[in-house]
């Protein structure tokens, strides 16, 4: 669940666009953020997601740091992306990995591979794998 530190600093600066929408031209998360006056934890959530993080708004952005409003939109909606995904990441005992860091999910993926690869090559054998495919359904 987002820290209700980053759900409040995410209401402030969605606030401030709101207000602004100079850059409502640049994706999908300014003409989902105009039809709203509040910020809930839900809609902050939507609009995280909707988020790639291009950073074309940071460039445009008037308000962005070292103005006083500090404005970094990117930012934000990767903190609340990455809490988010650890909150709803399936099943629940992985949702520790997306706040330990990119190493032990580097691991656990490279694992996974290569025990699907070992399966692979153990029931259908090497040449499935590294054979030469000749004649009709081959590429």
């Keep these: ?50 988020c790639f993080d291009c950073r074309d708004c940071y460039y445009a952005c008037q308000y962005a740091p070292p103005h006083e409003f500090a404005i970094n939109i990117p930012k934000l909606m990767s903190r609340l992306r990455a809490e988010t995904y650890g909150e709803f990441s399936w099943p629940a005992i992985f ?20 025990i699907i690869g070992l399966l692979v090559w153990s029931l259908q054998g090497a040449d499935v794998l590294f054979g030469v495919h000749r004649g009709e359904g081959a590429f």
């Design 1 to 50: 669940m987002p820290s209700p530190e980053l759900l409040k600093e995410g209401e402030r600066q969605m606030t401030i666009c709101n207000a602004c929408r100079y850059c409502e031209g640049y994706c999908a998360v300014f003409p989902a953020m105009e039809l709203r006056r509040n910020f809930t934890k839900a809609d902050l959530t939507y609009l995280a997601n909707l």
């Design 95 to 114: 949702s520790g990995l997306f706040r330990r860091g990119r190493m032990a999910t580097g691991l656990i993926t490279a694992t996974a591979l290569m």
